[in-house]
C-alpha cells in the first residue's frame, strides 16, 4: 500500500520556523513532482510549494516566497519544507502530494500535519 507520511508539524511563535518532512513507502518518489498543499479551517486547500521529480524547478505561492523552501531527497523518498518567518496566516493542515509526471491522474496525498502559528 502507497503511503506519503507528513510529520514536523506543530506549534510555533510567530517569526518561528519548522520543517516538515513527506516520506514515501512502497512509492519510487523520483518519478514524481511533489507539491505541498495547505488548508485552514473553513477555507480550500491550496498548493503552496512544487518541485519537479529531478529538482531542477520549484515553484512557490506569493505569500510564501522567500520564506518556504521546497526541497527533495529522491535517495530518501522524502520530501521536504522548510518554513522560515512563520506567520498566523500560515496555520493550516498541510498536506504532501505525489504526481506522476508521466502517467496524467496518478496522484497520491498524505494525511496532512498541523501547523500552528501562535503566540
Known amino acids: 500500500q502507497v503511503q506519503l507520511v507528513e510529520s514536523g508539524g506543530g506549534l510555533v511563535q510567530p517569526g518561528g520556523s519548522l520543517t516538515l518532512s513527506c516520506a514515501a513507502s512502497?512509492?519510487?518518489?523520483?518519478?514524481?513532482?511533489m507539491s505541498w498543499y495547505r488548508q485552514a479551517p473553513g477555507k480550500e486547500r491550496l498548493v503552496v510549494a512544487t518541485?519537479?521529480?529531478?529538482?531542477?524547478?520549484?515553484n512557490y505561492v506569493d505569500s510564501v516566497k522567500g520564506r518556504f523552501t521546497i526541497s527533495r531527497d529522491n535517495a530518501k523518498n522524502t520530501v521536504y519544507l522548510q518554513m522560515n518567518s512563520l506567520k498566523p496566516e500560515d496555520t493550516a493542515v498541510y498536506y504532501c502530494?505525489?504526481?506522476?509526471?508521466?502517467?496524467?491522474?496518478?496522484?497520491?496525498w498524505g494525511q496532512g500535519t498541523q501547523v500552528t502559528v501562535s503566540s
Open positions: 512502497r512509492l519510487a518518489l523520483y518519478r514524481y513532482g
Open positions: 518541485i519537479t521529480s529531478d529538482s531542477s524547478r520549484t
Open positions: 502530494n505525489a504526481a506522476h509526471e508521466e502517467i496524467q491522474g496518478l496522484t497520491y
